[in-house]
């Protein structure tokens, strides 16, 4: 059964820093891997997504890239901004039809 | 207009009753969610529906009844609720035979009393 692990579980870091999430799988057998964006209180936010194909995915400041056979993700922020602050979750979707969670990271920037 | 619509938003009932939650997707999508976010956060499968067929039923109990009448449309029903039914449930959608990412609804935070 896929497990999917995130590191760091928080993170603090001050305004214009460039950071990077850390998203590992357990099973390389995914079709695609999502990363979301979660506010308290609030719904997931898609923010990329990653076909088992593919290397990496650009989106404005974020980069997510993805590397199958060592079984992980990582997130790129780049010049990090308060607003950036949230939770972000990853997801891998495998055969089975569902998307395994991971424990998400807790990001705070410091204005 | 919203991909993903849940309703209620929130939800507070005392134990023992029975609830719905309503979820309504108009991206056209083939497969439908349910999601549980516990306390700390996590989120866990609950029910995947596949063209109004029943793909994904985890170990849930049996109190948790989903119903699809139709592929842009997934509700949960709970009868007898517990304290410990108490989170945050999450419908999503997807286009599952494209590989297409998943889209969620807001949310409905359930606090059984």
């Known amino acids: 059964k896929q497990e999917v692990t995130q590191i760091p579980a928080a993170l603090s870091v001050p305004e214009g820093e460039n950071l990077v999430l850390n998203c590992s799988f357990t099973?390389?057998?995914?079709?695609?891997l999502q990363w979301f964006r979660q506010d308290p209180g609030k719904g997931l936010t898609s923010l990329l997504l990653?076909?088992?194909?593919?290397r990496e995915q650009t989106s404005g400041r974020l980069n997510a890239s993805l590397d199958k056979s060592s079984g992980r993700s990582t997130l790129y922020i780049a010049a990090s901004q308060p607003g950036d602050s949230a939770t972000y979750l990853c997801?891998?979707?495998?055969?089975?039809?569902?998307?395994?969670f991971g424990t998400g990271t807790s990001l705070t920037v410091i204005p | 207009d919203t991909a993903v619509s849940q309703t209620p938003k929130y939800l507070v009932t005392q134990m023992g009753n029975d609830k719905s939650i309503k979820c309504e997707q108009n991206?056209?999508?083939?497969?439908m969610y349910w999601y549980k976010q516990d306390s700390k956060k996590f989120l866990k499968i609950m029910f995947s529906?596949?063209?109004?067929?029943?793909?994904i039923n985890e170990t849930v109990p049996n109190r948790f009844s989903p119903k699809s009448p139709d592929k842009a449309h997934l509700n949960l029903h709970i009868n007898s609720l517990e304290l410990g039914d108490s989170a945050v449930y999450f419908c999503?959608?997807?286009?599952?035979?494209?590989?297409?990412?998943?889209?969620f609804g807001q949310g409905t935070r359930l606090t059984v009393v």
């Open positions: 999503a959608s997807s286009q599952w035979s494209l590989n297409t990412e998943a889209f």
């Open positions: 991206l056209g999508h083939d497969t």
């Open positions: 990653i076909q088992s194909s593919q």
């Open positions: 529906y596949n063209n109004k067929e029943l793909i």
């Open positions: 099973d390389s057998a995914i079709y695609n």
């Open positions: 997801a891998a979707l495998n055969t089975g039809n569902q998307f395994y």
